[in-house]
């Protein structure tokens, strides 16, 4: 099944400015006031590669900028190949949580193979970014995060074993979350992790373009290339499903210009009055609010899901993407996609209708995948994101 290998990973060196000061989020949770941000809080800080202004040639500064990194020995590339451990510690509400990750080099299969999965559809113009940024760097900048099973915790347990009274090799902070890294370059402790990994699927949580770019990328200039060249290869974070800290949040919709909006309404659901304070304690399906009123949807007997994949039929993402958002976005509303319940509530306070949508678990994630089926766009935000720059694969 799932193929994983260590590599010589690209870190930051010894630096004036802390480390935490230094990583971005991944590109694609970056807003352009939040790029400013970045590019002014350090010279070196990753966004420059990760997510370059849109001035010129972005790519082919992002590449120079990096190779200059390099020879300067702003990023530095390990001596030795090893598998990266990776706690980061993060608050929901006020309880506070570790999530554990591993960031290894993951081999590329299609979709069709059954070994990666992906659960997700994806847009043409991010791949086509990712990729142009991929062709000039020739590096992983940033990792697709992936899931696996591991329910009697064998992985999780071998891995808490090798790093067990031992330092991280880094250690900083960004924000109110906390990153530490250990480094594992045993050979024993290695091979254990990839044979575990062997039995095993992988589920693409996040990352979707970058996975799919990495696959255009080994097409283009894979051929002849052997079976353990580097391009057959991609950047992840791989994470069991089944560990604690694992948080996957809804991905609201924030629309504007929405006419079509209650037509489509009225056609598929029912609508109910609900308190906003009763969300606190279950979140609904779907919820619409506009204007101070929150309505609850229900899905009418009557419906007619003959467009509505049989996979999908029982999710309100689903339901609330064909049966209401695509009618809506045809007839020329804007919609906006954001995970934080208070930024979407904070949009209808100007005008937008927020279509608040329940999460999905881990299980529904695997179900869809194992079914051969993606689902919408935008579907999960598994949080918090990755760093960018905490750890980089270059493929030289």
């Known amino acids: 099944m799932a193929d994983v290998a260590p590599f010589r990973a690209l870190r930051y060196g010894e630096q004036s400015e802390p480390l935490g000061e230094l990583l971005c989020p991944p590109y694609d949770v970056i807003s352009p006031e939040e790029r400013d941000r970045l590019y002014a809080q350090s010279p070196h800080n990753f966004v420059r590669i990760e997510f370059p202004k849109p001035d010129g040639d972005p790519y082919a500064r992002a590449a120079a900028d990096l190779a200059a990194w390099r020879l300067r020995g702003v990023l530095k590339q390990d001596s030795a190949a090893a598998i990266y451990v990776h706690d980061h510690e993060f608050s929901v509400g006020k309880t506070r949580v570790r999530r554990r990750g591993i960031h290894c080099a993951l081999r590329l299969h299609r979709p069709e193979e059954g070994v990666v999965m992906p659960h997700e559809l994806t847009f043409p113009k991010a791949k086509e970014d990712r990729l142009a940024l991929l062709r000039a760097t020739r590096t992983n900048t940033s990792a697709i995060f992936g899931v696996f099973e591991d329910t009697r915790g064998e992985i999780a347990g071998g ?29 024993l402790a290695i091979g254990e992790f990839r044979d575990a990994l062997a039995k095993r699927r992988v589920y693409i949580a996040d990352g979707h373009h970058r996975y799919e770019t990495a696959l255009t990328y080994l097409a283009e200039r894979g051929a002849g290339a052997s079976a353990h060249a580097a391009i057959g290869y991609v950047l992840a974070y791989l994470c069991s499903a089944d560990d604690p800290g694992l948080r ?13 909006l209650d037509r489509a309404i009225d056609r598929y659901f029912e609508r109910s009055s609900i308190n906003a304070r009763a969300m606190a ?10 204007g101070g009123r929150y309505e609850q949807l229900t899905l009418r007997a009557d419906a007619d899901l003959s467009s509505v994949r049989p996979a999908w039929r029982d999710l309100p993402v689903a339901q609330a993407e064909e049966l209401l958002l695509r009618e809506a976005r045809d007839a020329g509303a804007d919609i906006a996609y954001e995970h ?22 881990a299980e529904t994630l695997r179900r869809v995948a194992d079914a051969g089926e993606r689902l919408p766009q935008k579907t999960t935000y598994f949080y918090p994101k990755v760093p960018a720059g905490l750890i980089v694969r270059a493929l030289d």
Do not use: K, Y
């Open 340 to 361: 934080d319940l208070n930024v979407a509530l904070a949009a209808t306070e100007t005008g937008a209708t927020a279509v608040l949508l329940r999460p999905i678990d």
């Open 281 to 290: 304690d279950s979140q609904p399906g779907i919820v619409v609010v506009r």
């Open 248 to 260: 996957i949040f809804a991905t609201h919709r924030i629309v504007r210009g929405d006419g079509a």
């Open 159 to 187: 891995v808490s074993r090798h790093i067990e009274a031992t330092r991280p090799t880094a250690e900083t902070t960004m924000g109110d979350e906390q990153h530490r890294v250990w480094a594992i370059g045993d050979r």
